[in-house]
């Protein structure tokens, strides 16, 4: 009743009624809004509208939108198809998609145009684009200009351009690591906190300790989590991870009081990390921020997997979830690959000696 009676949802439920018909396209026509979307968020969980995926209508939306920043006919033609048939039909294959795709998709774009727009300032068309061209739209604007490579290599495969044409990639930085001394001091803190949520808690053990993404922890439902009065257990794909006490305690709390279980937003949701949205996981950019006011959670993640010692790679790779090429290449930055495993299998050595498979040091 709160949320109803506040001003500019009063106005929007005035609008709705209006409405002869309640659908998506109805809802679309509408002037956008959160308080459009967390009422057709409502709709949909309660079954009085069916599901569609929100992002994709999302970039469509937003797409239309962004052909009209083109300042040529032909190059908005260009990038019509270029939305079409690349971005339009990739999400159309995905069963959902998802934030980073979208998010991505919308930047190639937007620096697409860009490209496009400083072509038709200086009278030139696409197909007679230059190295020349290129090397000085580049050196003219921010690094992330690099990121219209993806457009450029769309633009070859359709034979839109010379294929020789070249720019110079967008490369983020060298990322820090968070150092095992550090790591270890936030983990212990973790079983004594009150600073943080039992939601945040549990979910910072997962990076910390497992070297887990938060895009995929973001995901996790109660049929991956298990917890029972002797073990908690949490499975990313096929790999089922055990949490220890004192690293259980928060998922135990969380088990027992899950956020967001009283309000109509989550009338049936199976999410372990619901969000405000209606039927929706928290966003990963909204959990990695609340976790950044104890640690940088891409810091913490490279320092988990460059603490790997000589555990084979493909262990590894299986009990934290990853590909064992991403593995071998955190591993070969830290001098524990695979072949270091084999040899010290070689060397003499007692019993005791024996190579161990640590997932992280101390824990």
Known sequence: ????????????????????????????????????????????????????????????????????????????????????????????????????????AKQSVTVGIELLNWLTERDTELAALTQA????????????????????????????????????????????RLDAAAQAELVRGLSHTTDMSPRDRAAAILVLVFGQQVSDIVQLTWHDVKVTEDLVTVTFGAVEIALTSPLDEPWRELAATPTHDQTAAHPNSNWVFRGGAPGRHLRASTLTQRLSAAFSSRAARLGTLHELKIAPVAIIAEALGYAPATIDRHALASSANYMEYISSLHAPSSSHDKPSLPLRRGY
């Not at 604007?141 to 720019?167: E, M, N, Q, V, Y």
């Open 1 to 104: 009743m709160t949320w109803i009676q506040q001003p500019h949802v009063t106005a929007f439920l005035q609008q709705l009624a209006a409405t002869p018909v309640i659908t998506h396209t109805h809802l679309d026509e509408l002037p956008a809004s959160r308080t459009r979307e967390y009422v057709r968020g409502l709709l949909v969980e309660h079954q009085a509208l069916p599901r569609r995926d929100e992002l994709s209508a999302r970039f469509a939306e937003w797409a239309e939108q962004a052909l009209e920043r083109i300042t040529s006919q032909n190059h908005r033609d260009i990038i019509r198809r270029y939305i079409r048939w690349h971005h339009q039909r990739r999400m159309n294959q995905m069963d959902e998609v998802t934030q980073g795709t979208f998010l991505r």
């Open 133 to 176: 061209h290129l090397d000085r739209w580049q050196a003219e604007g921010p690094t992330t200009r690099g990121i219209a490579s993806h457009f450029l290599d769309w633009a070859t495969r359709t034979s839109l351009i010379d294929p020789s044409l070249k720019l110079q990639p967008h490369r983020r930085g060298t990322s820090p």
